[in-house]
Structures are given as structure tokens and as C-alpha cells.
């Protein structure tokens, strides 16, 4: 019984290292590696468009403008009803989620002022924002809809508010489509 687990243990040990042959090609993977067929005979064919006469210059149909009731409205005054009512939406509303950059937030009131004095004097489209909470006054700036545009004036703010940072808050609509 030893014996033949020893021999069944050096079988084994010995398919272990049988050398590994590489398969060669043969002559259907030749074919079927270089197939070709010519799909002329099965590809649709067109006939090409006589040439349109071009009209004088100085003939131009009028356009019809659709009257409802009269024909079917077409898509594109579909969509323009529609980025009217987003216009209309977008004139009321005064509240949005967006984003601020808070640049200050400490006890000091001095460095506060000075924060606030440097924002106004070197930015002055963007609106400033503070709270305080006892004995915190927290400095914020802007009102921007997307993350990018926070990011741009970001860069130029760190340089001399090495803490400022993005954050996500309710921000005035209006004032927030006119920064740039």
C-alpha cells in the first residue's frame, strides 16, 4: 500500500511536468482564419439622384408659419414651446441647490473684515455671504450652478485662502446665471 501511493505520488509529480506542445495550424484554420468571400453580389445598390435644377436666387418661397387647428404642429415648435416654459420657469424661480466657496471660517473679526474687504476689492461680481454663530463667522462667496464653475474661481481664491473649499448649499438662481 505505501508502495503504491509512493508510485501514485511520482505519477502524479511526473504529468506535472510534461512538456507543454503547441498546437500547429492546420489547414481548415488557415481557411478558417483567412476567409473571403465576395458580398458585392449582396450589397443593395442605388441609383444615384439626377442633378436638381437650382432656382434663380431671387425667387424665395415665403414660409408657412402653422396655425394651430390648421395643420399638425411640427417638432421644432414643439421644442420651442418647450425651452419657452423653461425660460418662463427659470425667470420665477429664486432658490436653487447649487454651490458657494467658503473661504473663511474662524473667531477673528479682524481677518474676517480682511477676507471679506479682499473679495469685495478683487472680485467684485461675486456676491458675499456671511453667517455668524457665536463665535464663528463663516465667510462664503458666490452662487454658481454647476461644480466647474465653483472650481474656476477656486483655483484663484486658494492662492490667498489656502482653506477655502466647495460647498453645497442654496444658492440665488438669478444672480447665479449671470456669473461667468
Known sequence: MKYLLTFG??????????RNITP????EDEQRY???EDLSLVRPKYEARPAEKEAP?????????YVSGDEPPHINA??????????????TKTSERGYR????????KTEYERARGYVLQYFPNLE????????????????????????NYLASLQSRFVAAKIIYDNVNYQKALTVK
Not at 500547429?24 to 489547414?27: A, D, F, Q, R, Y
Not at 436666387?57 to 408659419?65: L, R, S, Y
Not at 414643439?78 to 425667470?91: H, S, T, Y
Open 9 to 18: 505520488v511520482f505519477l502524479l509529480l511526473l504529468s506535472g511536468c510534461k
Open 24 to 27: 500547429t495550424k492546420s489547414v
Open 34 to 36: 483567412n476567409y473571403e
Open 57 to 65: 436666387a431671387t425667387t424665395t418661397a415665403p414660409v408657412k408659419k
Open 78 to 91: 414643439q421644442v420651442e414651446d418647450v425651452i419657452d416654459k423653461i425660460a418662463v420657469r427659470n425667470k
Open 101 to 108: 466657496i467658503q473661504i473663511f471660517s474662524g473667531n477673528n
Open 128 to 151: 458675499t455671504y456671511v453667517s455668524y454663530s457665536q463665535p464663528t463667522y463663516k465667510l462664503k462667496v458666490g452662487d454658481f450652478i454647476s461644480k466647474a464653475a465653483a472650481e
